[in-house]
């Protein structure tokens, strides 16, 4: 795994601004998984994995952010996980993940509502293979 991220890392801005940023404020860390792809939204991070198909979701404590790991793994729901993972996204209550090699390379895209107990796949979204276009991220 050399050269490859293996946690994600939190920076909270400093009241004097970026200038003067010191270490992180928290290491978000996945045991034996390579992290890609990182989205924010407030207190919800998701976390792309997509050589291992995965996704984790992570929430902000209320006392704010610590070293932790994740609240919910997402694994791949395809049985040939298709680089689920490499794009991540997250909007308020909704999570997107990116599979963007499934359908014959057209790729496909898995909305959750955000819970940090259980993830439930809500809707596949899949672009017409008749157009040419792959999907390969999420925003």
Same mark, same amino acid.
């Given at each position: 795994?050399?050269?490859?991220?293996?946690?994600?890392?939190?920076?909270?801005?400093?009241?004097?601004?970026?200038?003067?940023?010191?270490?992180?404020?928290?290491?978000? &860390?996945? &045991?034996?998984?390579?992290?890609?792809?990182? +989205?924010?939204?407030?207190?919800?991070?998701?976390?792309?994995?997509?050589?291992?198909?995965?996704?984790?979701?992570?929430?902000?404590?209320?006392?704010?952010?610590?070293?932790?790991?994740?609240?919910?793994?997402?694994?791949?729901?395809?049985?040939?996980?298709?680089?689920?993972?490499?794009?991540?996204?997250?909007?308020?209550?909704?999570?997107?993940?990116?599979?963007?090699? +499934?359908?014959?390379?057209?790729?496909?895209?898995?909305?959750?509502?955000?819970?940090?107990?259980?993830? &439930?796949?809500?809707?596949? +979204? +899949?672009?017409?293979?008749?157009?040419?276009?792959?999907?390969?991220?999420?925003?």
């Amino acid at each position: 795994r050399f050269g490859l991220p293996t946690s994600a890392y939190v920076f909270e801005k400093p009241l004097d601004g970026w200038s003067n940023v010191g270490p992180e404020t928290a290491r978000l &860390t996945v &045991t034996g998984a390579t992290q890609y792809s990182v +989205a924010i939204d407030d207190s919800t991070i998701v976390v792309g994995n997509p050589l291992q198909g995965q996704a984790f979701l992570f929430e902000r404590p209320a006392s704010g952010w610590v070293d932790q790991g994740p609240n919910v793994e997402l694994l791949s729901p395809e049985p040939d996980f298709f680089y689920y993972g490499f794009a991540v996204a997250v909007d308020g209550d909704l999570v997107a993940v990116s599979s963007p090699i +499934a359908d014959v390379e057209a790729g496909a895209a898995y909305l959750y509502p955000v819970s940090y107990t259980h993830l &439930t796949l809500h809707q596949r +979204a +899949a672009p017409d293979r008749r157009v040419g276009a792959a999907l390969w991220c999420v925003c």
